[in-house]
């Protein structure tokens, strides 16, 4: 069994800082991309950032120069520094990794989400 457990969501006011983790833990030979998505109220899921195994990154355009994905391997956990926070930030934030429980396999796995508010 594969799990990603997210931490570091919370209330934070405009312009502020959060740092968000998610670990993965269970049985698997490898840990391919991993990405950040959120969903804000009446919103579709929305790819924020993604980080691939060798180091690579993407960001959506609204993220871009305030919000930093990096991922520690040691650890099989991926973090994503948001700085200067505004209220179009807030929604439930999701961890993705694609996980090889085999090295024949590959399969998107999801953590539960952590909720992000930015108010004042």
Known sequence: QVQLVESGGGLVQPGGSLRLSCAAS??????YAMSWYRQGPGTQRELVAF???GGSTNYADSVKGRFTIS???AKNTV??????LK????AVYYCNAAIGRTWASKL?????G????VSS
Request: proline share 3%; net charge negative; glycine share 10%.
């Open 26 to 31: 269970g049985s698997f030979v490898s840990i």
């Open 51 to 53: 980080i691939g195994s």
């Open 71 to 73: 991922r520690d391997s």
């Open 79 to 84: 973090y994503l520094q948001m700085n200067n």
């Open 87 to 90: 209220p179009e930030d807030t």
């Open 108 to 112: 998107d796995y999801w953590g539960q």
């Open 114 to 117: 952590t909720q992000v508010t």
